[in-house]
């Protein structure tokens, strides 16, 4: 007889493990995993899950307001495609919340994302390395490495690694691997150029010293650190963007480092853009708070916004902030909405003291607070995934 809970498990990992790849594979991925949790339902078992844990509802709230913009949205022409680019909010938190995955199949998907994720970096390595060699002549290009490395889009790869760092340093069955792995998420992060990654990693990087700083501080930690200083320097010599980027920022913090910064960076990183996106998107905010402009449907008036405040070229860009991007979309009710879910897994995280929950919740805030993850399928899937987790741990522990 067919064993269709390992079936469910088997799915689960392949679900996990085409997460960081091309993005037609994770609906794939999707589909066979909602089918063997289909083949493997109880009823007896499965329909007691409302009881033993309601959070899960405010996915499904968050996707009915996305459903209900349809019929206010002011967007000429509006397709389905934003419903059906947001319908994992829907089923993944539904499919989680049913399946019958043990503490341990679920550590064994997250060691499995873990080592897709190492895989995907050496990957975006062996092809920046393909692109020298066949390119070398324009190897002097302002943003050659960036663009001759494998890659989605780097702030959406950038938030996937660190997620895996975060598992790196926090799965046991994994700690003999953290010192090449850490070095080569640190290495894929720091040549993407995504201030926000790099930060996440640092403060990542800082917690985990933090617990465990006993352990860690040997002789052979400061030779690891001066190896560490040594790639950094070589690998920001290899790219002016990365260069001009990390300087940009150093000097807006007060460094006093742009004369470190190429003319060509510092019209191309200037940290003033997203200001402007901000301002723009909260002075449009204003004006229909309660429930938003519907699903992508704010776009239209952004841009309006933007000519209006003089801002014409950022025409066509969105508020590069998941919670403005929300609030446009969805009013002030979607807006809450989305913070629930962060305050509930974070709350989650402190009564089991998970460093490994707070520190996957710290990173996808960060990343809300300068990209607007969900407008892409890609930041739908790892957000629904992870936090429909830590839910599901909860309901596990809740059951015991």
């Given at each position: 007889m067919i064993n269709t809970n390992r079936l469910v498990s088997y799915s689960?990992?392949?679900?996990?493990?085409?997460?960081?790849?091309?993005?037609?594979?994770?609906?794939?991925?999707?589909?066979?995993?909602?089918?063997?949790?289909?083949l493997d339902f109880k009823r007896d078992e499965s329909l007691q899950v409302p009881k033993h844990n309601r959070f899960f509802y405010v996915f499904y709230i968050y996707y009915l307001l996305i459903v209900v913009g349809l019929f206010y949205s002011y967007e000429e022409g509006l397709k389905y495609s934003r419903i059906a680019s947001q319908l994992p909010m829907l089923v993944l938190p539904m499919t989680i919340s049913v399946a019958r995955l043990s503490s341990n199949q679920i550590q064994l998907a997250k060691r499995i994302f873990v080592w897709s994720c190492f895989l995907f970096c050496l990957v975006?390595?062996?092809?920046?390395?393909?692109?020298f060699y066949v390119n070398h002549e324009h190897r002097l290009n302002y943003n050659f490495v960036q663009r001759s490395m494998y890659h989605f889009h780097y702030p959406y790869d950038a938030l996937y690694i660190n997620i895996a760092y975060v598992f790196l340093l926090t799965e046991r069955k994994l700690?003999?691997?953290?010192?090449?792995?850490?070095?080569?998420?640190?290495?894929?992060?720091?040549?993407?150029?995504?201030?926000?990654?790099?930060?996440?990693f640092l403060l990542i990087s800082i917690v985990y010293f933090g617990?465990?700083?006993?352990?860690?501080?040997?002789?052979?930690?400061?030779?690891?650190?001066?190896?560490?200083?040594?790639?950094a320097v070589v690998a920001l010599n290899s790219s002016k963007y990365a260069k001009d980027k990390l300087f940009d920022t150093l000097s807006n913090l007060g460094f006093g480092t742009e004369e470190y910064v190429s003319e060509v960076g510092e019209d191309y990183h200037k940290m003033s853009l997203r200001t402007k996106l901000w301002s723009s998107s909260i002075s449009l905010i204003e004006e229909k708070p309660l429930m938003g402009y519907g699903p992508n449907g704010s776009q239209r008036f952004l841009d309006e916004k933007y000519i209006e405040n003089g801002y014409g070229d950022l025409k066509g860009l969105n508020s590069h902030n998941q919670f403005l991007t929300t609030t446009l979309n969805h009013g002030i009710l979607g807006l809450i909405t989305l913070l629930s879910i962060f305050l509930?897994?974070?709350?989650?995280?402190?009564?089991?003291?998970?460093?490994?929950?707070?520190?996957?919740?710290?990173?996808?805030?960060?990343?809300?607070?300068?990209?607007?993850?969900?407008?892409?399928?890609?930041?739908?899937?790892?957000?629904?995934?992870?936090?429909?987790?830590?839910?599901?741990?909860?309901?596990?522990?809740?059951?015991?």
């Amino acid at each position: 007889m067919i064993n269709t809970n390992r079936l469910v498990s088997y799915s689960f990992i392949l679900l996990m493990a085409t997460l960081p790849f091309p993005m037609i594979l994770a609906p794939l991925a999707l589909a066979i995993f909602v089918l063997m949790v289909i083949l493997d339902f109880k009823r007896d078992e499965s329909l007691q899950v409302p009881k033993h844990n309601r959070f899960f509802y405010v996915f499904y709230i968050y996707y009915l307001l996305i459903v209900v913009g349809l019929f206010y949205s002011y967007e000429e022409g509006l397709k389905y495609s934003r419903i059906a680019s947001q319908l994992p909010m829907l089923v993944l938190p539904m499919t989680i919340s049913v399946a019958r995955l043990s503490s341990n199949q679920i550590q064994l998907a997250k060691r499995i994302f873990v080592w897709s994720c190492f895989l995907f970096c050496l990957v975006a390595f062996i092809s920046l390395g393909y692109n020298f060699y066949v390119n070398h002549e324009h190897r002097l290009n302002y943003n050659f490495v960036q663009r001759s490395m494998y890659h989605f889009h780097y702030p959406y790869d950038a938030l996937y690694i660190n997620i895996a760092y975060v598992f790196l340093l926090t799965e046991r069955k994994l700690k003999q691997y953290i010192e090449i792995m850490a070095l080569v998420f640190f290495i894929f992060i720091f040549l993407s150029g995504v201030r926000i990654g790099a930060f996440s990693f640092l403060l990542i990087s800082i917690v985990y010293f933090g617990r465990n700083w006993k352990t860690i501080i040997k002789p052979s930690f400061f030779l690891k650190i001066a190896l560490l200083l040594v790639v950094a320097v070589v690998a920001l010599n290899s790219s002016k963007y990365a260069k001009d980027k990390l300087f940009d920022t150093l000097s807006n913090l007060g460094f006093g480092t742009e004369e470190y910064v190429s003319e060509v960076g510092e019209d191309y990183h200037k940290m003033s853009l997203r200001t402007k996106l901000w301002s723009s998107s909260i002075s449009l905010i204003e004006e229909k708070p309660l429930m938003g402009y519907g699903p992508n449907g704010s776009q239209r008036f952004l841009d309006e916004k933007y000519i209006e405040n003089g801002y014409g070229d950022l025409k066509g860009l969105n508020s590069h902030n998941q919670f403005l991007t929300t609030t446009l979309n969805h009013g002030i009710l979607g807006l809450i909405t989305l913070l629930s879910i962060f305050l509930l897994t974070l709350k989650i995280g402190v009564k089991q003291k998970s460093m490994q929950t707070i520190l996957c919740v710290m990173v996808l805030f960060l990343a809300f607070m300068t990209e607007s993850v969900l407008i892409r399928q890609k930041g739908v899937f790892l957000f629904a995934i992870i936090m429909s987790l830590i839910l599901k741990t909860r309901m596990e522990v809740h059951k015991t």
